[in-house]
């Protein structure tokens, strides 16, 4: 059985960096996609990044594009997410998830592996 761990969250300041890993046990995540995804108390999850296998296809929400940066790691089980200019409303608890298809999804309903998240905390 596959396990995704989430680990690099944290609490920072208004506009200070974090990146987060997702790491996959026991198989090499490079065929297939893996999306990032948050929620918020109270909240939906919703949808962050997503990268696709081979990397062909990278997506993001509008909400942080251009501050978030979604790659694979050198090392073949992993994925990052760099998040830079943070906000207080980026602040949510953030899962990795993966598509052994290979796609780049948006939507939470179509992966087929989760982690448990690791909680970001953005202070203003």
């Known amino acids: 059985q596959v396990q995704l761990v989430e680990s690099g969250g944290g609490s920072v300041q208004a506009g200070g960096s974090l990146r987060l890993s997702c790491v996959a046990s026991?198989?090499?995540?490079?065929?297939?996609?893996v999306g990032w995804f948050r929620q918020a108390p109270g909240k939906e999850r919703e949808f962050v990044a997503a990268i696709s296998w081979g990397s062909a296809n990278i997506y993001y929400s509008d909400s942080v594009k251009a501050r978030f940066t979604i790659s694979r790691g050198t090392i073949k089980n992993t994925v990052l997410l760099e998040m830079n200019s943070l906000k207080p409303e980026d602040t949510a608890v953030y899962y990795c998830?993966?598509?052994?298809?290979?796609?780049?999804?948006?939507?939470?309903?179509?992966?087929?592996?989760w982690g448990r998240g690791t909680q970001v905390t953005v202070s203003s």
């Open positions: 026991g198989r090499t995540l490079s065929d297939w996609g």
């Open positions: 998830a993966a598509d052994t298809a290979g796609w780049a999804r948006d939507r939470a309903g179509e992966y087929d592996y």
